[in-house]
């Protein structure tokens, strides 16, 4: 038995030495210390010994059993460390490196101009409302008193859908949608993308507005005249003046255009490009709300009275900022965008 001992451990120096991970370490303990190992077959050979010897043998291989197994814990854990090391080797973290830095983005013009005007509505007791933009020939055109030869309906300036169906030209279907569902009196703002065919420095195929619907008894143009005064200055500068004049839109009755002092030369047009010289600027279309619609509406028009008005989100943006080409709001193009970081 000595000599077979001996032997063993001979093979055992030699696996130990060779044993460089987990997995080697696995087969070591199936090939010597497992149920089907050399020391447990060592074991069952005891039998053919006589029996006043066995008691010493079988000591003799338990001893070495013991000793086997103790090389095998200690090269456990040597693995164990080995592995770690290699793994801290693997992931290590260069702490002197710099790091990437993350671009943080920037609210939109048009999101800012929005956003303050919506503000400043709500801050005089009006709600929001988003339209839909998607309309029917109804909301878009007839209701809304537009006839069905008027120069708005032209294919050229519509994206139809189908014949009755079209992108909205204008925030003002929304004016129809709250009368239609709204219990006067009421006010509202609506905000959204609208849609028309045209393109050119200052005009987008998609752009902005804002429409704004007071419904009351006794609503008068100076009511408007007063509303749109607060909405310039909030959004210019308190010194901001407007003027108002004599315009045409179906839906409104009278109608005017708005114009606000020059944010550019601040309203003495002195060679100034962006007022061309006049001083004003216009920003928006208003009026006080023909009696038709209000009537097309189920609303008596005797009682109920109203104003309205829808300005271009996109072209307030581009005079507060000073951005003189629509499409660079919607080119995507981040150094532009990066100039609205706070
Ligand atoms: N919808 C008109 C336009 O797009 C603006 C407008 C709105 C005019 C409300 C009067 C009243 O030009």
């Known amino acids: 038995m000595k000599e077979k001992l001996r032997a063993c451990a001979a093979q055992i120096d030699e696996a130990l030495a060779a ?12 090939r010597f210390l497992g149920k089907g190992g050399v020391i447990t077959a060592l074991m069952k050979e005891l039998g053919s010994y006589p029996k006043e010897e066995r008691p010493a043998v079988g000591q003799m291989i338990n001893s070495f059993k013991e000793e086997v197994l103790a090389r095998f814990k200690a090269m456990e854990s040597e693995v164990a460390l080995r592995e770690m090391q290699a793994k801290y080797e693997r992931e290590s973290v260069d702490i002197t490196m710099p790091g990437v830095a993350h671009s943080v983005g920037a609210l939109h013009p048009t999101s800012l101009i929005r956003a303050k005007l919506c503000e400043v ?15 029917d020939d109804y909301h878009n055109f007839t209701a809304l008193n537009t006839p069905k030869d008027h120069p708005a309906r032209d294919k050229q300036d519509t994206f139809y859908i189908e014949d009755d169906v079209m992108l909205r030209t204008h925030t003002s279907p929304g004016q129809i949608h709250c009368l239609e569902t709204m219990k006067p009196p009421f006010k ?3 905000p959204g993308k609208v849609f028309r065919c045209d393109d050119d420095a200052t005009h987008a195929p998609m752009f902005h507005q804002i429409e704004g619907l007071v419904i009351d008894r006794h609503v008068t143009l100076c009511d408007l005249q007063g509303l749109l005064d607060t ?4 959004m210019f500068t308190d010194d901001t003046k407007t003027r108002f004049r004599p315009s045409y839109f179906p839906f409104t009755e009278p109608s005017v255009e708005v114009d606000v002092s020059c944010c550019e030369c601040g309203g003495t047009g002195e060679g100034c490009r962006l007022c061309k010289g006049t001083g004003w600027i216009e920003i928006l279309g208003g009026g006080v709300v023909n009696r038709r619609v209000i009537a097309n509406c189920g609303l008596d028009p ?23 080409n629509i499409h660079l709001l919607y080119d995507g193009d981040k150094s532009v965008l990066r100039q609205f970081k706070k």
């Open 188 to 190: 509202v703002v609506m």
């Open 302 to 324: 005797d009682e109920w009275t109203g104003l309205a008005f829808g300005a271009g989100l996109d072209r307030i943006g581009m005079l507060k900022y000073g951005i003189n």
């Open 19 to 30: 044993v460089t991970c987990g997995e080697d370490l696995k087969q070591f303990h199936a």
């Open 121 to 135: 509505f709500a801050g005089m007791g009006f709600r929001i409302y988003e339209g839909r933009e998607i309309e």
């Open 231 to 234: 909405l310039a200055k909030a």
